[in-house]
Structures are given as C-alpha cells and as structure tokens.
C-alpha cells in the first residue's frame, strides 16, 4: 500500500511541473500575440495613411491620370483590405478592453 502512495505522489508531482510548463508556455504565447496584434494595428494604420496620402498625389493636378501613381494607389489599397481580412485576429485584444472601458465609463 505504501508503495502506491509514493506512485501516487510522484504522479501529482510530475503533473504539477508539467501543468506549470504549460502555463508558462501559454502565457509566453499571449504575449507575443499581444505584440503581433499592437504592431498589426500600428501597420495597417500608417499603411492606409500611406494610401491616402499616395490618393491625395494622385488627385493633384499634376499627377492626375499617371498609370504608376495609379497602380500604386490600387496596390496599397490591395495590401490594405488584404489585412484588414485579418482583422479578427489582432482586435481580439483590443475587443474585450474596449468592452471593459465602456462599462468603466458607465460607471
């Protein structure tokens, strides 16, 4: 009988440290997620500011109906919706702290 409570407590043991790993390791994961998910956000920003500011030389009088200037406008545009398909992903953390922030503000 004694020999079953050693097995027992090594067992516990071994699933207590593993279980620890494994926390670690999640949590080493959301924060990188998290990282991803800021500098996601911070691209796509200044990306659609670089296509709005790419649109704005393209309407110019000098410039307007240029092929390059419109390719490139349309392929920014293209890399824009292309990340924002992603959007899902990296606004999950902003989701669930714009829900705390309203309930903050409702308070």
Same mark, same amino acid.
């Given at each position: 009988?004694?020999?079953?409570?050693?097995?027992?407590?090594?067992? %516990?043991?071994?699933?207590?440290?593993?279980?620890? =790993? =494994? !926390?670690?390791?999640?949590?080493?994961?959301?924060?990188?997620? %998290?990282?991803?998910?800021?500098?996601?956000?911070? =691209? %796509?920003?200044?990306?659609?500011?670089?296509?709005?500011? !790419?649109?704005? !030389?393209?309407?110019?009088?000098?410039?307007?109906?240029?092929?390059?200037?419109?390719?490139? %406008?349309?392929?920014?545009?293209?890399?824009?919706? #292309?990340?924002?398909?992603? $959007?899902?992903?990296?606004?999950?953390?902003?989701?669930? $702290?714009?829900?705390?922030?309203? #309930?903050?503000? #409702?308070?």
């Amino acid at each position: 009988m004694g020999e079953n409570k050693k097995m027992i407590l090594t067992l %516990l043991i071994v699933s207590a440290v593993v279980n620890l =790993f =494994f !926390i670690w390791y999640v949590y080493t994961l959301l924060k990188k997620l %998290l990282f991803v998910s800021d500098n996601i956000e911070d =691209f %796509l920003e200044t990306l659609s500011s670089y296509s709005e500011y !790419i649109e704005t !030389i393209y309407n110019m009088e000098t410039y307007y109906g240029d092929e390059t200037i419109e390719r490139l %406008l349309e392929y920014s545009k293209e890399i824009v919706k #292309e990340i924002k398909a992603y $959007e899902d992903i990296y606004t999950l953390v902003y989701d669930d $702290e714009d829900e705390e922030e309203g #309930e903050d503000e #409702e308070t």
